[in-house]
């Protein structure tokens, strides 16, 4: 049972922030159930304390080895010197989760005690309104079941779902960074809207409720994007001058090649640190 379960976050950014928020509004996990680590941002960590009501570390030796389930989410170049500050005290009864972008199990199991389980995933800061798009594998000495225990948490704060670990590093430059492209073209929207005339608030507004609904289509129909465009461009009329634009312009080739481009890197981050791995 989750909502029985004691985690620990290694790392207390971005990633961290947005999944135990999400944990927390779902009501799966209890604030007093979390405690939150990092490196050196004493502030960082006080504020997340206050925000949410969770633990902030004090003797991270002592709360490792109460957690249940343990968090990876520091950035992939500082696993290495936070799994020598903590791998040995992790035991094959817990369990470890990381969403470190590249970085295999395999990597990881090598710094922990033979035995320990490790799930990796993929989330995206969509985790904060429980909306993240997640996608998870077990390692080695991971089962099936505590597949399903990460699957739950991952489950309480979007959808999940399961693939070989070889395509996370894909994951990672589609959905993992998704929402940076995403909000990049809202960005670019925001500043059109206001070239033909219309404030700030209203292209926010307008925009906002235009992905939502568009994303909300592509759901509840299932229909697939191609058709929904086409419902929205009369012969001759407004979307048709719009799109023409578009297509002087190559963008399906440049979003192929921006999430080819963030997959290879999160490959390479992965190799690079594979090969700086403490022997
Ligand atoms: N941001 C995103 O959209 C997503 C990020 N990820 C992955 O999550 C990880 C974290 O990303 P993000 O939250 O954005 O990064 P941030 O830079 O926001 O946070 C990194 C955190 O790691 C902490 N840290 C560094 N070294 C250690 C250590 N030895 N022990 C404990 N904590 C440590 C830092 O502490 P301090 O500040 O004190 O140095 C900081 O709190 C990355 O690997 C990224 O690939 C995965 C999915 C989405
Ligand atoms: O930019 C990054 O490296 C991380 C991984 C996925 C999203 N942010």
Not at 165 to 170: C, G, K, R
Not at 224 to 253: C, F, I, K, W
């Amino acid at each position: 049972m989750l909502a029985e379960k004691l985690l620990f976050f290694a790392g207390a950014g971005a990633i961290s922030e947005a999944m135990l928020k999400g944990l927390l509004e779902a009501g799966v996990v209890p604030a007093e159930q979390i405690t939150v680590n990092n490196r050196k941002n004493r502030e960082r960590l006080f504020q997340l304390g206050q925000s949410y009501g969770i633990h902030i570390s004090q003797q991270r030796e002592q709360e490792i080895a109460a957690a249940d389930i343990i968090i990876l989410a520091m950035k992939p170049f500082d696993i290495h010197q936070a799994l020598q500050e903590i791998g040995a005290n992790i035991t094959p009864q817990q369990m470890v989760i990381s969403v470190v972008a590249g970085v295999s199990t395999e990597t990881i199991e090598s710094q922990l005690v033979e035995g320990v389980a490790v799930i990796r995933a993929m989330p995206n800061t969509s985790s904060f309104v429980q909306a993240s798009a997640t996608a998870i594998s077990r390692g080695k000495h991971a089962t099936i079941e505590q597949l399903e225990q990460g699957k739950q948490i991952f489950a309480a704060i979007g959808s999940v779902t399961e693939v070989e670990e070889q395509q996370l590093d894909a994951v990672t430059g589609l959905s993992g960074s998704g929402p940076a492209y995403i909000y990049y073209v809202i960005e670019s929207l925001m500043q059109a809207g206001q070239q033909v005339g219309l404030s700030e608030e209203t292209c926010r507004e307008l925009l906002i409720q235009t992905l939502y609904g568009s994303a909300k289509m592509l759901k509840v129909t299932g229909k697939n994007p191609q058709e929904l465009r086409r419902q929205v461009t009369s012969p001759n009329g407004t979307t048709m001058a719009g799109l023409a634009v578009l297509e002087q312009g190559d963008l399906p080739d440049l979003l192929k090649k921006a999430v080819e481009q963030a997959t290879r890197r999160a490959t390479e981050m992965g190799q690079e640190i594979s090969a700086m791995q403490p022997t």
